[in-house]
């Protein structure tokens, strides 16, 4: 149990373009769903947290208008790259949690590949 | 600001070494400490999670212990396989629910 997938699992695009990934909850509902960004050989970074039906709250540092993020359902959660640059090249990785509680457990995507040209 | 710090950042072992990857946190006010495995250009693979209460958990092969007061956590890999090969991530929860991921050490079992 408890799975969560993202589409796609790699793309490439040209610098200007907005790419759109999905993380889902296959199994589980997702009240909370976290949105990372991995450079090479560096840490996961939390970008923003969503909550079903609003508004994600972001990071310091990262853009709301560039970092679209959508959770209009309890399995599903989009992360959109608006006019993308070769420096959001990155890898990043969805989680979700079924719960709000300290305690409660964050089940990771696979993780998407992003290339802008 | 909670910073995670992972010691060594890359570790070659012959097969069969029992072994300890280590972590740190500068603030103990965690609710838990989380080890996972990221294999290359893949997601996270949860191992082994230790709530604030605990000083330890097992899974097989795997132990963890944490230590709150100093700021530590080790995970130990017992009888380590080839495909033990991969990258250690170890992660704390803090107080405002977010978690807060260390570096990694990069782990290679030789055979």
């Known amino acids: 149990g408890a799975v969560v997938s993202q589409h796609p699992s790699w793309v490439i695009c040209k610098s200007g373009t907005s790419v759109k990934i999905e993380c889902r909850s296959l199994?589980?509902?997702?009240?909370?769903m976290f949105w990372y960004r991995q450079f090479p050989k560096q840490s996961l970074m939390l970008m923003a947290t969503?909550?079903?039906?609003?508004?994600?709250?972001?990071e310091q540092g990262v853009e709301k208008d560039k970092f679209l993020i959508n959770h209009a359902s309890l399995t599903l959660s989009t992360l959109t790259v608006t006019s993308a640059h070769p420096e959001d090249s990155s890898f990043y990785i969805c989680?979700?949690?079924?719960?709000?509680?300290?305690?409660?457990?964050?089940?990771f995507g696979p993780g998407t590949r992003l290339t802008v040209l | 600001k909670q910073e995670v710090t992972q010691i060594p950042a890359a570790l070659s072992v012959p097969e069969g070494e029992n072994l300890v990857l280590n972590c740190s946190f500068t603030?103990?006010?965690?609710?838990?400490l989380q080890w996972f495995r990221q294999d290359p250009g893949k997601g996270l693979t949860s191992l082994l999670l230790?709530?604030?209460?605990?000083r330890e958990q097992t899974s097989g092969r795997l132990n963890a212990s944490l230590d709150k007061s100093s700021g530590r956590s080790t995970l130990y890999i017992a009888a380590s396989q080839p495909g033990d090969s991969a990258t250690y991530l170890c992660a704390s929860k803090t107080l405002s629910e977010k978690l807060v991921f260390g570096k990694g050490t990069k782990l290679t079992v030789n055979p």
């Open positions: 969503s909550n079903e039906g609003s508004k994600a709250t972001y």
């Open positions: 603030d103990s006010a965690i609710y838990n």
């Open positions: 199994d589980f509902q997702a009240t909370t």
């Open positions: 230790i709530q604030s209460s605990q």
């Open positions: 989680s979700a949690s079924d719960g709000s509680g300290a305690t409660d457990t964050q089940y």
